[in-house]
T-cell receptor, first 115, second 108 residues
Framework: DGGITQSPKYLFRKEGQNVTLSCEQNLNHDAMYWYRQDPGQGLRLIYY???????QKGDIAEGYSVSREKKESFPLTVTSAQKNPTAFYLC??????????????FGSGTRLTVV | QKEVEQDPGPLSVPEGAIVSLNCTYSNSAFQYFMWYRQYSRKGPELLMYTYSSGNKEDGRFTAQVDKSSKYISLFIRDSQPSDSATYLCAMNDYKLSFGAGTTVTVRA
């Protein structure tokens, strides 16, 4: 079955530590996205990529980094510069010029907690 | 001011009631309007989409878009406990913008 796989499901980070969230898709989608979800704030865009080896900052990119070395993969690193990283992180993908009604396909999310 | 405004609720209704959800937006460039359903600890899934103004019906769900008022709605008829979830509106120009999500509980 085609879909998006995010791992791990739960992640704990110590203060000052970098952590990387994995996102893999087998939908042959060109575009991939990372969102952060906090209670009462909806989904906020962190980074997105429409093609391999290229990506753009979203609305809240500070303290995060990404790479897009393969079409199928779009890992997100939460760096120590991100002061409030505890949140639910969602990866999504879409066809280019997408939202012609198709919307995004989301993964199941990673819940990151700072301990 | 946020591009998309959605009352986060929560909203609690008895089984069989009509659930009414809505969003307002400020960007007149939005053309595609969607509703996502998100169960607890899961990723959102596309429920319905509408292009431009008008109504769209799918089973117990009806989506309405009024571009002149910059207002979209989702109605759930004969609500079931399995409809208990967070519902997010989304709309786009070159990327999707999401509302905050409304948490709905349908009581058996």
């Amino acid at each position: 079955d085609g879909g998006i796989t995010q791992s791990p499901k739960y992640l704990f980070r110590k203060e000052g530590q970098n952590v990387t969230l994995s996102c893999e898709q087998n939908l042959n989608h060109d575009a991939m996205y990372w969102y952060r979800q906090d209670p009462g704030q909806g989904l906020r865009l962190i980074y997105y990529s429409q093609i391999v080896n290229d990506f753009q900052k979203g609305d809240i990119a500070e303290g995060y980094s990404v790479s897009r070395e393969k079409k199928e993969s779009f890992p997100l690193t939460v760096t120590s510069a991100q002061k409030n990283p505890t949140a639910f992180y969602l990866c999504a993908s879409s066809v280019i010029g997408q939202a012609k009604g198709y919307g995004y396909t989301f993964g199941s999310g990673t819940r990151l907690t700072v301990v | 001011q946020k591009e998309v405004e959605q009352d986060p609720g929560p909203l609690s209704v008895p089984e069989g009631a009509i659930v009414s959800l809505n969003c307002t937006y400020s960007n007149s460039a939005f053309q595609y309007f969607m509703w996502y359903r998100q169960y607890s600890r899961k990723g959102p899934e596309l429920l319905m989409y509408t292009y431009s103004s008008g109504n769209k019906e799918d089973g117990r769900f009806t989506a309405q878009v009024d571009k002149s008022s910059k207002y979209i709605s989702l109605f759930i008829r004969d609500s079931q406990p399995s409809d208990s979830a967070t519902y997010l509106c989304a709309m786009n120009d070159y990327k999707l913008s999401f509302g905050a999500g409304t948490t709905v509980t349908v009581r058996a």
